[in-house]
Antibody
Framework: QVQLQESGPGLVKPSGTLSLTCAVSGGSISSNNWWSWVRQPPGEGLEWIGE???????NYNPSLKSRVTISMDKSKNQFSLNLSSVTAADTAVYFCARDVLSGWFDSWGQGTLVTVSS | DFVMTQSPDSLAVTLGERATINCKSS??????????LAWYQQKPGQPPSLLIY???TRESGVPDRFSGSGSGTEFTLTISSLQAEDVAVYFCQQYYTTPHTFGQGTKVEIK
């Protein structure tokens, strides 16, 4: 069973860039899968941020597209999220997930809380 | 974007009784006899866990008291006999198109 683990700073200053990495174990990131980022503000619902495919192709949520970059490092079996120009509204638990057929999410990381505050 | 609306927002069910959660999409998420709809369970402090995909296919290891149905714009998740460990928030998600979108969640509690 593939396992995912998010890592990165838990506190980011307003107007800064949020950077997170998702390490994949128990399977190869180069396995014809999509890999996604999903976030959840405290006490709220789930918002899909974007996804990256084995080939490097990406899809982003239009609501965040101007600020989001998702990349992949196959040599380290991990993928990353950069979200620029953050505000308090970007405070959330950020999850990485395996995205089957650009569809459902069958494996999730435990999530990491990122707070945007000065 | 496809807007997913769940009802009710919360429900309290007696142990052993049936729980039914509805999910309505703003546009059809069905095509060529496929329903692009998944269901998740999320317990406090945990990530969501996949229950069902293709609207009615149970993920491996999911108890058979969980079932999904529906097509087009109307879908249902049913827990046939609620157990204490089923207390959680449940989300539907469409993957017919990007951006993938989720319902707002339905909180299930014990009456």
């Amino acid at each position: 069973q593939v396992q995912l683990q998010e890592s990165g700073p838990g506190l980011v200053k307003p107007s800064g860039t949020l950077s997170l990495t998702c390490a994949v174990s128990g399977g190869s990131i180069s396995s014809n899968n999509w890999w996604s980022w999903v976030r959840q503000p405290p006490g709220e619902g789930l918002e899909w941020i974007g996804e990256i495919y084995d080939s490097g192709s990406t899809n982003y949520n239009p609501s965040l597209k101007s600020r989001v970059t998702i990349s992949m490092d196959k040599s380290k079996n991990q993928f990353s999220l950069n979200l620029s120009s953050v505000t308090a509204a970007d405070t959330a638990v950020y999850f990485c997930a395996r995205d089957v057929l650009s569809g459902w999410f069958d494996s999730w990381g435990q999530g990491t809380l990122v707070t945007v505050s000065s | 974007d496809f807007v997913m609306t769940q009802s009710p927002d919360s429900l309290a069910v007696t142990l052993g009784e049936r729980a039914t959660i509805n999910c309505k999409s703003s546009q059809s998420v069905s095509s060529s006899n496929k329903n692009y709809l998944a269901w998740y369970q999320q317990k406090p402090g945990q990530p969501p866990s996949l229950l069902i995909y293709w609207a009615s296919t149970r993920e491996s290891g999911v108890p058979d008291r969980f079932s999904g149905s529906g097509s087009g714009t109307e879908f249902t998740l049913t827990i046939s006999s609620l157990q204490a460990e089923d207390v959680a928030v449940y989300f539907c998600q469409q993957y017919y198109t990007t951006p993938h979108t989720f319902g707002q969640g339905t909180k299930v509690e014990i009456k």
